[in-house]
């Protein structure tokens, strides 16, 4: 197992998201979400399917407005749009790899570096000086993180032609184009085989080692565990625990909302016993037509 240890004790926050309420219509998929990201930090964001994770991540990037709350980033309330979040200083990576399947690899990186390219309309006609220094500069930065990736000697494959893990790595890269002081990665090793996996976290930690701080959803415990300095777990929108990750994996909460087993002072233990309630009915009703009649049954059993 791969360990890296966080060199600076982390206490500058980078991302303060407070009080966060995301509802839509009737349902509140965010209820009063606040979480911290300290400089030079990796924190991860578990919870069951549905929890609210990658509704709490859209509210931190500008792509919804939350219902309530606000979201910081070095001490300054982003506007939820998120091209200037991106201009903040936060990039993001999608549960679903959203690349531009038909651009080179090393195309969709410089499309990534382009939120902090400052030449404008006519330079970028015209071709002068200016323009030609700035693409050359792109051009090896995008490079640069190519080869950080290790995708530089695919630097001329279409996106769309790329494998699975590769693909992930590149959105990484894209959004490291931007120069953000904030990461934030949904579902980073979907469908990744165990090596790639490990790749993806000795990734994260470079990452992070070069300064960026680090928020990750993920559903492979092992991944977060092992990758995370924090964990924060979120259960129907809301945080049921957040600590180290020796804190998170030892409360019986967390397993529970994970095994969907009832524990005191849990929301939803009614809808709980409503679901076992319709479970034995049709349980019931199953014995009843495969056996024999249910009066029988009935009479079988009293
Ligand atoms: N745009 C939307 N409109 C209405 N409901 C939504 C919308 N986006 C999410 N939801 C609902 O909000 C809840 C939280 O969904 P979300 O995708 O944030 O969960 P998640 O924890 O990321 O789940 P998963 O681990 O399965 O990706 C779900 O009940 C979902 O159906």
Known sequence: MTTSTNPAPATTPVLDANGVIMRFGGLTA?????????????????????????????????????????????????????????????????????????????????????TRTKEGLWSALLRGPGFKKAERESHEAAMELLEFTGLAHKRDHLARNLPYGEQRKLEIARALASQPGLLLLDEPTAGMNPQETQAAQELVFAIR??????????????????????????????????????????????????????????????????????????????????????????????
């Open 30 to 114: 965010v209820n009063n979400v606040s979480l911290q990201v300290n400089a030079g930090e990796i924190v991860g964001l578990i919870g069951p399917n549905g929890a609210g994770k990658t509704t709490f991540f859209n509210c931190l990037t500008g792509l919804y407005v939350p219902t309530e709350g606000t979201v910081s980033y070095k001490d300054k309330v982003l506007p939820p749009r998120s091209h200037l979040v991106t201009q903040a200083g936060i990039a993001r990576t999608f549960q679903n790899i959203r690349l531009f399947a038909n651009m080179t690899v090393l195309e969709n990186v410089l499309v990534g570096r382009h």
């Open 209 to 302: 080692d070069q300064g960026i701080a680090v928020l990750v959803i993920e559903h492979d415990m092992r991944f977060i565990f092992n990758l995370c300095d924090r964990v924060a777990v979120l259960v129907r929108g809301e945080k049921l625990v957040e600590g180290t990750p020796d804190v998170v994996q030892a409360d019986e909460r967390v397993v529970a909302a994970y095994l969907g087993t009832p524990f005191e002072g849990a929301p939803g233990d009614e809808e709980v016993a409503e679901v076992r309630a319709a479970e034995a009915k049709a349980a019931d009703g199953a014995t009843s037509t495969t056996s024999k009649p249910r009066t029988e049954e009935e009479g079988d059993t009293e």
